[in-house]
């Protein structure tokens, strides 16, 4: 049993998973939790508080004694309103892709363009909406936190702190030399329900408060660290460290991020930029990937069709695989058409083209990277379903000129744990 280990939580769409590693990055133990049957969103939170305690309490006892960190990622603009003295929550969750357009119109009116926090289903967005709808409270001490945020809240019982991978879209800049809401949004009515700790992700923000370690079973000293969001987490368990090594998530769509010594934002591009630490995520997503695909063949037409392909050749045919009109990345065109035709005779051959187009497309999405300035690519690790699927994975490298290989770990509480470690121990090796 190790001297100590570190907690990993992920709190993704249905449902909790924490991992615990050793300083080695040794899987030590894996616990999961559903979030229950009643979706309704009153029971949101509770459940959420209910996943928590639920996945420390089905650890073994004998690692939960050696904690030493955790961190907490949940799913990237899901957050409330609380009551920062009493704890109580005075909203219910607003979920990641919940859009408020009547507040995307308001914080266009006063927002740099493009920004980020000008998509509806921002943090931002929510925010104002809520401000819109009079839910902030005039008295108290209301305050905006997030899913991950308010996790680590029930632990440390510290409000009032995020992290800012998180505080991204709620409009905070982490530039090194900022680290500061901007100016714009800084209104009377906006600035005192803002975090008013940022921290980077795996910054120890202090202890689990003693009732809680007591009830959970947790050494006195256990810390909780600065969180992130789901993918950010999911990226950091395939273990990159270098400028030019990527991730690629081929699962219903195809999302992509390259580690970079410089900061990519183009709006019009569908390109963004997470910072970590002295480095920066720059991603994008577009709408092809698997959704297309199982549109067209089953698992098991997949499977047997792609051992019909040789990798080595071009397929000559040049699709762009949409389930439906519009593209966010690398082409950001509402109203760009699926281009599937012409489908040959033989299924082998047209999943062929289909799996060499979105290759092109990942392949267009690094080049438009570098053109901008990025970190020139020099290895791709994936995630997603597609990353088992060898022959693409070889033809991917052909497209792309360089290593592409599954990632050695894919779950976003790995991910999580690796920044819980590197809180006590400083890095993320």
Same mark, same amino acid.
Request: glycine residues 10%; charged residues 20%.
């Given at each position: ?7 990993? *939580?992920?709190? /993704? ?10 300083? %080695? ?34 650890? !073994? ?8 960190? *955790?961190? *907490? ?8 309103? #609380?009551?920062?003295?009493? =704890? ?43 401000? %819109? ?9 209301? $305050? ?24 991204? %879209? ?25 975090? @008013? ?15 809680v370690a007591a009830e959970l079973?947790?050494?006195? /000293? ?16 395939a273990g990159v460290s270098r !400028? ?89 065109? @509402?109203?760009?058409? @699926?281009?599937?035709?012409?489908? !040959? ?15 092109? *497309?990942?392949? #267009? ?20 379903? =597609? ?8 033809? $991917? ?5 360089? %290593? ?26």
């Open positions: 049993m190790p001297d100590k280990c570190f907690v990993g *939580i992920d709190f /993704g769409t249905s449902g909790a998973r924490a991992m615990v590693i050793d300083e %080695k990055g040794t899987l030590l133990a894996e616990t999961r939790q559903t979030y229950g049957d009643d979706k309704s969103v009153e029971a949101r939170a509770p459940s959420w508080k209910r996943a928590l305690f639920g996945l420390f309490e089905d650890m !073994p006892s004998e690692l939960r004694s050696t904690v030493a960190s *955790i961190a *907490i990622d949940g799913t990237s603009s899901t957050c409330m309103l #609380m009551d920062e003295d009493s =704890g109580e929550l005075l909203t219910t969750p607003l979920m990641y892709n919940e859009a408020c357009p009547e507040a995307a119109a308001m914080v266009a009116g006063f927002a740099p363009a493009g920004h980020t926090v000008t998509a509806g289903t921002s943090t931002l967005c929510k925010l104002v909406q809520w401000q %819109k709808d009079g839910l902030i409270p005039d008295s108290g001490s209301p $305050r905006l936190t997030h899913q991950a945020d308010w996790l680590g809240y029930l632990l440390h019982q510290m409000p009032g702190v995020t992290d800012y991978n998180n505080a991204l %879209k709620l409009g905070y800049d982490p530039d090194p030399k900022i680290e500061a809401f901007p100016n714009w949004m800084l209104t009377e009515e906006l600035a005192p329900v803002l975090p @008013p700790k940022v921290v980077a992700p795996g910054e120890v923000v202090g202890a689990v408060a003693p009732a079973g947790l050494p006195e /000293g256990a810390v909780v660290c600065g969180g992130t969001t789901d993918s950010i987490a999911a990226f950091l368990a !400028p030019g090594q990527a991730v690629t998530s081929l699962g219903s769509t195809l999302a992509i991020k390259l580690l970079s010594t410089k900061r990519l934002d183009d709006a019009s591009s569908g390109i963004y930029s997470h910072r970590l630490d002295d480095m920066w995520l720059v991603g994008g997503a577009s709408n092809t990937g698997g959704a297309v695909l199982r549109g067209l063949f089953s698992d098991a037409e997949l499977k047997a069709l792609s051992a019909e392909i040789d990798p080595a050749e071009d397929s000559g045919l040049d699709y762009y695989p949409l389930t439906a009109p519009g593209e966010r990345f690398p082409v950001n065109d @509402p109203n760009l058409q @699926p281009r599937l035709e012409p489908r !040959p005779p033989s299924d082998a051959r047209c999943l062929h083209g289909v799996l060499e187009s979105i290759a092109r *497309i990942e392949g #267009m999405a690094f080049k438009m990277f570098e053109e901008q300035g990025a970190s020139r690519l020099e290895e791709v690790y994936t995630a997603g379903g =597609g990353a088992a699927n060898a022959m693409w994975t070889t033809m $991917r490298s052909r497209i792309l000129g360089v %290593k592409v290989a599954p990632s050695p770990q894919v779950e976003a509480a790995y991910g999580a744990a690796v920044l819980a470690r590197k809180g006590i121990l400083g890095s993320y090796l």
